[in-house]
């Protein structure tokens, strides 16, 4: 007889109706939001706030590379000594004191330039602040040599490589930024699936023993269909909750912004001025209408459906490790051990896929572990928007279909036995002696 | 065929502990059939192997003539020592779940649900859920949900406990009714006043080797001691022992009666008659009392477990 139909139904609608999933499910997104909104509010404040410096040149020649902008003010002291100014400045409520010495060298010079300050500036600042003195002083010493600016202006040359497939596709720098967002944002995804859908899973095999029914149900149902029942339920309500996440989550997004008028692209990233000054609105939409592009150039067929099938299965490897330990053990608190061993191949496989895959998509590390089971869903999915040969892909989705039907049945198996073995928490070697039985 | 369940030299492994040895029951249709033996003899294994929770290493079980298959699960209930809900789930929803798990279509289930709530009188439970009930009420819902799929075979392992009496006895009674109904029924317990009140057959497992087995009053006659417990009115109670002590043994014994009689244990010698003891004594005073020692199965329980 087949239940898995009637398993899944029950294990999805008491969870549905679970009164924390439906607490979680709700409150989560508006918490996010809450939290983003308070950060993005507060970094626009400090982004509203307006900073003096003050600046004593001595040496006369710098001055003029100082122009006040919306968020920084130059204060500039005329004919006064370093101690009457420090004085001074520290009464002020300006941010701090630029000294520059009067020296007969530039070396000298730049070599003597000095900061006062209350509190230690910020890096954005100071670098902000050498910048600005390098490119004088550089230019003042060029000039010193006898050398014209003009010409070292025109003689500068910009290199930008073009690159182009033996295909003729065309390929930007742009690409592969996009290829690489795609790839880190679906390991990411599938890493944080995995290990809260994981664990809910567990929960729920562990349920089954703690309430003692298991061997009521277990004398009508072969394990196997309990276990993918519980996996395939479990992992419906994951996507359930997901899905009202991204739509609840996004809906509020947006009222928020509307009505508070935050900027959420803004939230968290300090500016720097230097940024804004040099990228202009104009080659802002140039980046985007690239990125666009890119974002269309790349193989997206293969892409989705590479996505949804290595990302599927993949979760449902895991899940039912997952299931396993829940089988072996029949408290939460015994879990601990054998959960490390799990997380530590999907970490193995993140980092790999963001330092090696970046840097070689198609070396062997990145190749080797890309059909390596455990590790392919995350790396096979950062290979692929640089192009991956189609049996690649099935090879390595086979195999990991493969190994996700021996993890069940493994799971199944020890799912049998556990189930003998009440209030005893198991060793791995039991766990190997328990495949004989 | 007259055994609904045939166990044949079924034998279980647990790594290198031995759970079962070639152990063979047979449990004849109709009856009440009780598995005894003392804690971690290999009941609960034989139990689980034919509900195909775990699998003989060797033997083979027939359930009504077939080798066991999982088109069994439908024709056994099962009610296993260690038993337990879902306890978030509400009562009538998991008894649902349960039945359709047995195969019932949710209508049938629904419909046979109604008549045993309504029957235990629990109807008013449905909408509860499992943890804000007692453990007795709890244990009432796994029975109705064993029996629920009408099955020919039901395994109650240590069915009696968490009951209070009124409700242990509700629980008998029925259990009773069912095998009228021509269930039958394979009863595990460690009550010997239970298995002496339900049991039609015994079987008795000791360190995972079967010792003994068949109808209990064959094994009671097997076991009896042709010894009778007998009490007389008498004036002279020392001289009267005297002459009963030259013809049979004697030994003194406890039981109630009305007046202070002699009490007496008797037991006959070989070939002597019941009827020999009683016309003699009767020459020898008023005969107040005369009741044959049938052994308990307590009694045989524990001189079983001892000889072995």
């Not at chain 1, 999805?12 to 924390?20: G, H």
């Not at chain 1, 004085?87 to 020296?103: C, I, M, P, R, W």
């Not at chain 2, 709530?117 to 449905?126: A, K, N, P, Q």
């Amino acid at each position: 007889m087949n239940h898995l139909p009637l398993i899944i139904k029950r294990e999805y609608l008491t969870k549905v109706r679970n009164k924390s999933f439906i607490v979680m499910t709700i409150l989560s997104p508006i918490i996010m939001i809450v939290l983003i909104s308070v950060v993005a509010y507060l970094s626009e404040l400090n982004n509203d706030k307006v900073r003096t410096i003050t600046v004593l040149d001595a040496s006369g020649l710098v001055k003029d590379v100082f122009e006040n902008t919306n968020k920084t003010k130059y204060n500039f002291l005329e004919n006064m000594s370093l101690n009457d100014a420090k004085k001074l400045v520290k009464e002020t409520n300006s941010a701090g004191l630029l000294y520059v010495d009067k020296f007969e060298t530039i070396e000298d010079i730049s070599n003597h330039i000095k900061f006062y300050s209350e509190d230690s500036p910020s890096l954005t600042l100071i670098s902000d602040l050498e910048t600005k003195l390098e490119n004088k002083l550089t230019n003042l010493k060029l000039q010193k040599e006898g050398i014209d600016l003009e010409t070292i202006r025109a003689s500068n040359v910009l290199i930008n490589i073009a690159q182009e497939s033996f295909e003729g596709e065309e390929i930007s720098k742009i690409d592969n930024f996009a290829k690489l967002g795609f790839g880190i944002a679906a390991g990411y995804l599938l890493f944080m699936f995995i290990i809260i859908y994981g664990n809910m899973i567990m929960r729920s095999v562990i349920e089954e023993k703690t309430s003692r029914i298991i061997e009521i149900i277990i004398s009508s149902v072969k394990p196997v269909q309990l276990l993918l029942g519980k996996i395939i339920g479990t992992s419906l309500v994951g996507l359930t909750q997901f899905i009202i996440w991204l739509v609840f989550g996004g809906l509020l997004m947006t009222v928020v912004s509307l009505v508070l008028g935050v900027n959420f692209s803004n939230s968290g990233i300090p500016q720097q001025e230097i940024m804004q000054m040099s990228s202009g609105g104009s080659d802002f939409n140039f980046y985007f209408e690239s990125f666009r592009l890119a974002l269309v150039s790349l193989p997206l067929m293969n892409l989705i459906v590479a996505f949804i099938l290595f990302f599927i299965c993949g979760y449902l490897l895991y899940s039912s490790l997952y299931a396993a330990i829940g089988a072996a053990v029949d408290s939460e608190t015994d879990t601990q051990q054998f959960i490390l061993p799990i997380i530590m191949p999907l970490m193995l496989a993140v980092y790999i896929g963001i330092f090696t895959v970046i840097e070689d998509p198609h070396g062997t590390i990145s190749t080797v572990f890309s059909f390596i089971p455990f590790t392919s869903p995350v790396v096979m999915l950062m290979r692929i928007p640089f192009g991956v040969p189609l049996w690649q892909q099935l090879v390595s989705l086979f195999i990991l279909i493969a190994t996700f039907m021996f993890a069940v049945w493994f799971a199944a198996k020890i799912y049998r036995v556990g189930i003998l073995m009440y209030g005893k928490k198991p060793t791995y070697k039991e766990l190997i002696k328990w495949m004989k039985y | 065929m007259n055994n609904l369940l045939e166990v044949n030299q079924v034998s279980k492994n647990f790594g290198n502990f031995k759970a079962l040895n070639n152990a063979s029951i047979s449990v004849p249709k109709g009856s009440i059939f009780g598995l005894l033996g003392p804690n971690g003899a290999g009941k609960t294994t034989l139990i689980r192997i034919i509900n195909q929770i775990t699998m003989p290493d060797s033997g083979t079980v027939h359930l009504d003539g077939t080798l066991l298959n999982a088109s069994h699960i439908k024709d056994i209930g099962y009610l296993p020592e260690e038993r337990g809900l879902y306890k978030s789930m509400k009562v009538g929803e998991q008894a649902l779940y349960l039945a359709q798990l047995k195969g019932l279509s949710k209508a049938e289930a629904k419909e046979r649900l109604t008549y045993w709530f309504e029957r235990l009188e629990i109807g008013d439970w449905w909408n509860k859920k499992i943890q804000e009930l007692s453990k007795g009420m709890a244990q009432k819902i796994q029975f109705v949900v064993t029996v629920l799929h009408q099955p020919k075979l039901l395994i109650f392992d240590e069915p009696f406990s968490g009951f209070d009496p009124i409700n242990a006895n509700l629980i008998k009674d029925e259990i009773l009714r069912l095998r009228e109904d021509g269930a039958t029924v394979i009863f595990s317990t460690h009550r010997m006043e239970s298995v002496e009140e339900l049991c039609d057959d015994i079987a008795l497992i000791h360190k995972s080797n079967k010792i003994l087995e068949g109808k209990l009053v064959d094994i009671k006659r097997q076991y009896k001691i042709n010894t009778f417990e007998v009490g007389i009115h008498s004036n002279n109670k020392e001289a009267l022992k005297a002459d009963l002590s030259q013809k049979f043994d004697v030994s003194l014994a406890h039981f109630k009666t009305l007046e202070n009689d002699l009490k007496l244990s008797i037991k006959l010698k070989e070939g002597d008659k019941p009827n020999d003891l009683l016309s003699y004594l009767t020459t020898k005073g008023e005969v107040t009392h005369f009741v044959e020692l049938i052994p308990s199965v307590n009694d045989i329980f524990i001189q079983t477990i001892k000889n072995n």
